[in-house]
């Protein structure tokens, strides 16, 4: 990946940030106190993936990358399999915690979350 990207990834995985976002999320959800358990353990489970993301970025930026095309290949497999494993997990939480959300605040949830980027930036 490029470096301006990656910094890019590794800012987004800061922990100030991904608070910034997770408080921002809750403001606008506007949770009952029956929501609050629910929130927590989403919120913590958030935290730790984006920690796990960040200890995982380190590790591999301070790999010396393989000269030959089918090691690239491979590193790059690995990483990217263990992006799946991590967004699997990423998916059943979030979907845990929004089936408890009225239609109001799934509306709010749907807003807050970043969507996926095709064609013209």
């Known amino acids: 990946?490029?470096?301006r990207m990656m910094g890019h990834m590794h800012a987004a995985m800061?922990?100030?940030k991904?608070?910034?976002?997770?408080?921002?999320l809750k403001s606008a959800l506007k949770l009952?106190?029956?929501?609050?358990a629910g929130w927590q353990r989403y919120a913590d489970f958030v935290r730790e993936q984006a920690k796990q993301h960040r200890e995982q970025f380190d590790k591999m930026r301070e790999q010396t990358p393989p000269t030959r095309?089918?090691?690239?290949?491979?590193?790059?497999?690995?990483?990217?399999?263990?992006?799946?494993k991590s967004?699997?997990?990423?998916?059943?939480?979030?979907?845990?915690?929004?089936?408890?959300l009225t239609d109001t605040q799934k509306t709010a949830f749907?807003?807050?979350?970043p969507q996926p980027r095709?064609?013209?930036r």
């Open 1 to 3: 990946m490029h470096g």
């Open 14 to 16: 800061d922990p100030a």
């Open 18 to 24: 991904v608070d910034a976002r997770l408080d921002k």
């Open 32 to 36: 009952s106190n029956g929501q609050q």
């Open 69 to 84: 095309a089918p090691e690239r290949m491979e590193r790059m497999s690995e990483h990217m399999q263990l992006r799946m």
């Open 87 to 100: 967004m699997e997990a990423m998916k059943d939480e979030t979907r845990r915690f929004y089936d408890t």
């Open 110 to 113: 749907d807003q807050a979350m």
């Open 118 to 120: 095709h064609g013209k």
